[in-house]
């Protein structure tokens, strides 16, 4: 069985690096900015997004399970988003790439 992606759109990033979360814990976010003390955090903010992505492992869970931080290979641009489905047409797995190693569909 051949695994078939489908490009299914793009994200653009403008400070090195994604969220992954449900919309519907945006309420929880906590509006703050970096600090300069370096103080690591797992908060649902930008700060424990930023935490998380300048951690030697480059990612990782903030708000106790609301989202994931996750830092680009590349900095700031624009990534394309895949999906793979199954039989049904449901999503089963989503592929943010940083490096794009799909060949376009016509």
Request: a negative charge; one cysteine or more; hydrophobic letters at 30%.
């Amino acid at each position: 069985m051949k695994i078939k992606w489908k490009k299914i759109g793009e994200i653009s990033v403008d400070s090195g690096q994604i969220l992954v979360c449900d919309p519907c814990y945006l309420k929880d976010w906590k509006a703050d900015r970096v600090s300069d003390e370096g103080v690591p955090s797992a908060d649902f903010s930008y700060s424990g997004a930023c935490s998380q992505t300048l951690s030697e492992k480059r990612c990782g869970g903030i708000g106790d399970g609301l989202g994931i931080a996750i830092a680009t290979a590349y900095g700031d641009g624009t990534y394309p988003v895949y999906v793979l489905r199954d039989e049904r047409g449901s999503p089963t797995q989503v592929l943010i790439s940083f490096e794009d190693i799909f060949e376009e569909e016509e």
